[in-house]
Every structure is written in C-alpha cells, then in structure tokens.
C-alpha cells in the first residue's frame, strides 16, 4: 500500500498529471479483491489504476485534502459506507446510462451518488447434525422460541447486522423490529462476538446450532485448510422475508466529488458492470454479480439459488440510525 501510494503522491507533485490516462481509486476493500478487476481493465484500456488501500478514515482523509484530492473513486463493502460518503459530502452525482442498465434499482442511489458492483447474500449457516432440513424459514422466524439457545451471531454493532435490522426495520417498522431483535437475542447461545467465520466456527465446536453470515465466507472457509472443518459441519441456508426474500448488501462506488480524472473513472466505473467483470468478480470473490443475466460461479450456484429481496438499498441504509439505537435499547451485545 505504501509504494502505491508514495509513488502517485509524488507523481501528483512534480509532473503534470493532466494527460496522465490514470485512475485512482481509494479502497476500504482488501487489495485481493479488486486487483483481478482493476489489472483487467488496465491491459483492456490502457488506463493505470492507482489504489491507495484504507482501512479507516477513508472520508476523512478526502475531505482534509479537499479541491486537491487526487481520489476519483471510492470503492467500499457495506451500503451504509456508501451513504455516509455520500451524506460527508465527499461524493458526487453521475449520468451513465450503462451504469443505469447494469446496476438493478434496489442497488444504485436514487440521486445517482452510489452504485453497486457485487451483492452479497446474508444466510444462516446451519448444523448439519442438529439442525433438520427445512427447519431454517425466515429471519422473523429467528426470534421464535424453537431457535432458543441455539443461535450464534457476531456484534449488533457491525455493519453487516445493523443491515439485516435496516431491512426488518424498512418491512416491518421500527416498534416490531425491536421486538424481533430482543426475540434474537434471547435465543442467542452466547453473547455476540467475533467475525461471520467465527459463528461458523461456535457450530463446529458445539456452542449453537446456527449463525448468520455471508455467504461468500462459505467459499473463502472452504479453501482454508484450518477453516474447511468448520464449513464441513454447516449447510448453507437461504432464510427469506415473510413477505420477501434472501437480505442482499453490496460493495459499490462513488464518484469523489473533486475526481480529477472523472473521464476515465466513468470508463471504469461502467467498465467494473461489464459481464466480463462481472464474471471475474463473481470467480475471485463468491460475491453475487449485480448485473442481470450474470451467473455466479458455479463453486456458489452450488449452494443452491434464491429470490433476493427487493428492499432499495437506500431504504437499508437511511434505517441504520434506527438500528443502532434499538441495538443499544435493547443491549443486544449485552
Ligand atoms: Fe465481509
């Protein structure tokens, strides 16, 4: 990350960087899971693409720099980052009619500040010894009595949970969401901790019957030599709404509002839903394509396929406030 970054800091300083055919993208996800795509559309347009990988501060840092940002995209996990770049200010509005036709609506911003790129499904991941066929539904169902002390989950203040609240608050409004997230709660096996590949983990080893995570985890365990125990001993699940289907978050991009190279950012933006990258994503990552008519990998076709749900993701997101405040009503990590 370093060198990258030094090196078009300083390209930046002492040349003119006007008729450089670049890129640069600030990211918050990992280097692996964006080079395959940005080093495609390098050798296929002829267009550098430079990353600087955060971990934090990402709004931060774009807004400290100012006029001067040399950021043109912003890549990041999770729609709740994307509007808060959007609400920092630090983004801008686009018009592509490519991006419209590839990106389904439930996945863009209405004002055209965020655009997804790959979706995720959150599953429930269940004992295969002690959980039966069909006895995963729905997530409501996940707050019924049959699910006591046997649920595992990570933080209600990570990202990922506050979405599936987001959405259970954007279908069922905010009183019965509470009541569904205190019914979660007192199924949980143990208090809230660790990451989605942990819960998968607990199951293994006894602790709970099942877990809510990602689905592309599923992937990344099972080519983990440590890690493929703990998928072995869980099915993958498809929990739907009542009235619905599978919860879906996305990775996506935005525009910096100050993007120097905005042409060329626009070619990659439109570039990265092309179904050639799409296919890449969908390969490398285990993520789901957004783009209509693309296939998952077949290594994720294998866990079976699904209707996702339909709730705008900016619905998702503009509940995330009331989230967290039921999360710290009902003391859900407590
Ligand atoms: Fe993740």
Same mark, same amino acid.
């Given at each position: ?154 933080? #209600?203040? &990570?990202?990922?949970?506050? =979405?599936?609240?987001? +959405?259970?608050? @954007?279908?069922?409004?905010?009183? !019965? ?67 619905? #289907?599978? &919860?879906?978050?996305?990775? =996506?991009?935005?525009? +910096?509002?100050? @993007?120097?190279?905005?042409?060329? !950012? ?67 990590? #407590?």
């Amino acid at each position: 990350m370093f060198t990258r970054l030094a090196a078009f800091a300083v390209a930046a300083s002492i040349t003119a960087p006007v008729l450089a055919a670049e890129v640069n993208v600030y990211s918050y996800r990992q280097p692996e899971l964006i080079e395959p795509m940005t080093d495609a559309f390098t050798a296929e347009t002829g267009i550098d693409v430079n990353v600087v990988f955060l971990k934090k501060g990402l709004i931060e840092r774009i807004q400290a720099e100012g006029d001067l940002s040399p950021a043109d995209l912003i890549f990041t996990v999770d729609i709740s980052r994307l509007i808060a770049a959007k609400s920092a200010g630090i983004t801008k509005p686009i018009s592509s009619a490519v991006l419209d036709a590839n990106v389904p609506e439930s996945f863009r911003d209405p004002k055209d500040h965020w655009y997804g790129l790959t979706a995720r499904a959150r599953i429930v991941y269940a004992s295969k010894e002690r959980v039966a066929p069909g006895e995963v539904t729905t997530y409501e169902d996940l707050a019924s009595d049959k699910w006591a002390g046997r649920i595992c989950t990570r933080s #209600g203040t &990570h990202s990922y949970t506050l =979405g599936l609240l987001g +959405a259970v608050i @954007a279908k069922h409004g905010e009183e !019965a969401a509470q009541k569904w997230a205190a019914g979660v709660k007192s199924n949980l096996a143990r208090k809230p901790q660790g990451n989605d590949r942990a819960q998968v983990k607990a199951i293994w080893a006894g602790e709970c019957d099942i877990a809510v995570g990602n689905n592309y985890y599923m992937v990344a365990m099972l080519n983990n030599d440590e890690q493929k125990e703990w998928a072995d001993s869980v099915d993958v699940t498809f929990p739907t709404f009542k009235d619905g #289907g599978v &919860h879906m978050n996305i990775s =996506g991009v935005a525009m +910096a509002k100050n @993007a120097p190279n905005e042409t060329n !950012a626009m070619k990659l933006m439109e570039w990265l839903t092309s179904d050639k990258a799409q296919n890449l994503y969908a390969e490398v990552n285990g993520e789901y394509p957004v783009k209509p008519g693309v296939d998952p990998s077949d290594f994720v076709k294998s866990f079976g396929s699904f209707e996702a749900d339909e709730t705008p993701l900016s619905a998702i997101g503009a509940a995330r406030p009331k989230a967290v405040k039921i999360m710290e009503t009902i003391n859900f990590d #407590g």
